[in-house]
């Protein structure tokens, strides 16, 4: 059996199931060394949903983990200075690691763990950075920051790559294909999965409540409203059209998207874990519409629910998630012509997008199975 340890910044909703599965593994003892510190579990204030935000579904369940003091003067923050321990490697140590598996380099204690155990124990990383927002042409920032990267990916053994532009990132930054594990981005599939119907039934009695017609299909939004998003382009696009386009979420653009919004625009708020398998029920497909994305877990959780997904190419996940024609892939030109190819493609046959393939393709298991194959 080998002892691997995972360095997290803090629980999240897509991991914590994940590692409950891995935990799970006969030839694997993990444990999962989180390093903001113990409040990182409680309520917090997010500034893009303007609210305090809380997860509605168990987090620390199912897997080892310990939560190291942070001594940051900024704890919580995603500076990077905002998470410093003086005990993490000390901590790992003790517990007899095998590998060490870093999840995210941007922090000065997880930094500070890929070079201290590169050579001492199999080092391995997790990270979904791409190239779509790098600038085209001569830039000194961008040189300075590629000699940087190559650097710091000096000290893996192995990185663990989520798609296409991701493993584009690792290549341009010195890794060696010998060194690149596919272990795609996934989701807790099952959660999503409505195999009775209950969600569909009531998605309907929501969209029914909040006046939806029946007769025009719904286009679906989950997530902040903030610029990065592109609502005002979409709901620019899309206001007065054959389309309802439904906003959920909040975010510094609410007032403005209200604003603007014509009657075939509906809003609903944060909606938690829980009810999110309800809410994409009520879509015949999600959109993304941003100008930049590193990936979009929530195209995975649409797919999940059965619900065809839209994005722009600026999003890290559309090269992957739209090869298997369960999506439709927008070009970064935000212009007239994206209506006639969403209209186009929102009013196909629900017999004509297969969704097993994305539910074996992008899984738990698929990550698991790349972990198992790696140890050695």
């Known amino acids: 059996m080998k002892k691997l340890a995972i360095i997290s910044s803090h629980p999240i909703q897509y991991n914590a199931p994940l590692f409950a599965l891995l935990a799970k593994e006969d030839n ?28 509605d579904i168990p987090l620390l ?26 005990e993490l490697n000390q901590e790992i140590e003790k517990w007899g690691a095998d590998i060490v598996w870093v999840w995210g380099w941007a922090f000065d204690s997880h930094l500070k763990a890929l070079r201290y155990f590169k050579g001492k124990k199999e080092v391995w990383f997790k990270g979904d950075s791409t190239l779509l927002d790098e600038s085209k042409g001569f830039n000194l920032k961008k040189i ?18 989520v798609g296409t532009h991701n493993k584009a990132y ?50 679906l939004f989950v997530g902040k409203f903030e610029p990065n998003k592109n609502l005002i382009s979409l709901v620019k696009l899309l206001n007065d059209k054959e389309i309802n386009l439904l906003l959920v979420g909040n975010g510094p653009q609410e007032k403005e998207l209200k604003e603007i919004a014509s009657r075939n625009i509906y809003f ?14 009520m879509g ?65 046959e629900k017999c004509h997008f297969n969704f097993h393939q994305f539910k074996r393709a992008f899984s738990y298991e698929s990550i698991i199975c790349a972990v198992k194959s790696n140890i050695l």
């Not at 369940?61 to 003086?86: A, C, M, R, V």
């Not at 300075?144 to 790559?161: E, M």
């Open 28 to 55: 694997i003892d993990l444990k999962v060394f989180y390093t903001w510190g113990v409040d990182s579990i409680e309520e917090k204030y997010d500034p893009d949903f303007q609210q305090n935000i809380q997860w």
């Open 61 to 86: 369940e199912g897997y080892q983990y310990q939560f190291l003091e942070n001594t940051s003067k900024d704890p919580g923050s995603h500076h990077f200075k905002g998470i410093i321990n003086p």
């Open 144 to 161: 300075l920051r590629r000699v940087f990267l190559t650097w710091v990916y000096r000290y893996i053994d192995k990185a663990f790559y």
């Open 170 to 219: 690792f290549v341009k930054h010195g890794l060696k294909e010998t060194q690149l594990v596919y272990a795609p981005h996934a989701i807790d599939n099952d959660r999503f999965a409505d195999p009775t119907g209950e969600y569909s039934k009531k998605a309907k009695e929501i969209r029914t409540k909040l006046g939806v017609s029946e007769n025009k299909k719904l286009l």
């Open 268 to 281: 609903l708020p944060f909606q938690n874990q829980t009810m999110l398998p309800i809410i994409y029920q």
């Open 284 to 348: 015949d497909a999600l959109i993304l519409y941003s100008k930049s994305e590193t990936w979009g877990l929530v195209l995975n959780e649409a797919l999940a629910c059965g619900i065809p997904i839209i994005a722009t190419k600026s999003c890290g996940a559309a090269a992957d998630l739209t090869k298997s024609k369960n999506g439709l892939l927008l070009d970064e030109n935000f212009s007239e012509n994206h209506l006639d190819l969403i209209l186009k493609f929102i009013k196909r």
